[in-house]
């Protein structure tokens, strides 16, 4: 043009013709280094800390809510979380699980080990001093939408699972929740509750997904996130 300045065409920019201080490795991002030949310089990216959303769910009347899979459960990350907001039941005073998938098939063979610190006294609050096992992991009663006290209660939450992909050890999660619980199980002096625990597998096959499900009732509402943390 006029001015000096040149129009380059679409899609013809690539690495090759980029004035870049060092070569090229995979995962590295552009940076500015004004010192650098070219202003520009491969960098690896900052490391730990980043949460990257691999997968949103949302129930709406679920019998059960599926999160994972083998691609997204690689080898990527080492640990990865998942976040569920107002969950609810269909029904009231129900049990809110959740289970592993193994080779594509969810795990029902009774060999869930896990503890919970549960500050509402119930009988199964086992303050992370016992260890109880069953076909799935319980993380809470939930209130349901039948109960006029509790129509708009809820539980919030998350779950972080450690090295998912790998064959050479059990796999371990911990969780943390917040709820308002269903009065006719707590009484009415009971308005909220917070509550943490964790639990295991008993063998070391690798984890391809996990599923989530109340006892004898839909999930009525919640958005459940898979991260990957870096």
Not at 33 to 52: E, K, P, V
Not at 123 to 151: C, D, E, F, M, P
Not at 181 to 208: C, E, H, K, M
């Amino acid at each position: 043009t006029g001015s000096g300045a040149l129009t380059i065409a679409n899609n013809v920019v690539d690495e090759a013709n980029l004035k870049v201080s060092n070569g090229p490795t995979n995962g590295y991002l552009l940076s500015a280094q004004s010192g650098n030949t070219g202003g520009l310089t491969w960098a690896a990216a900052a490391a730990g800390g980043a949460y990257n959303l691999l997968q949103t769910v949302t129930a709406s009347n679920s019998s059960t809510v599926t999160i994972g899979s083998s691609s997204l459960l690689s080898s990527t990350y080492k640990n990865y979380e998942i976040h569920f907001t107002n969950v609810s039941s269909s029904a009231p005073d129900r049990e809110f699980y959740f289970q592993i998938i193994m080779n594509g098939a969810v795990k029902t063979d009774g060999k869930y080990a896990w503890g919970m610190n549960d500050p509402s006294g119930r009988a199964y609050s086992s303050v992370l001093k016992r260890t109880y096992y069953g076909r799935n992991t319980l993380i809470y009663h939930v209130a349901g939408t039948t109960n006029a006290q509790t129509l708009d209660s809820c539980v919030n939450g998350m779950i972080r699972f450690y090295n998912p992909s790998g064959t050479a050890f059990v796999k371990t999660w911990n969780y943390c929740i917040s709820n308002v619980p269903d009065p006719s199980q707590y009484g009415s002096a009971v308005t909220f509750t917070s509550n943490g625990g964790g639990g295991y597998t008993q063998n070391t096959a690798a984890l391809t997904g996990f599923q989530f499900t109340m006892s004898a009732a839909n999930i009525r509402t919640g958005v459940f996130k898979l991260y990957g943390i870096t």
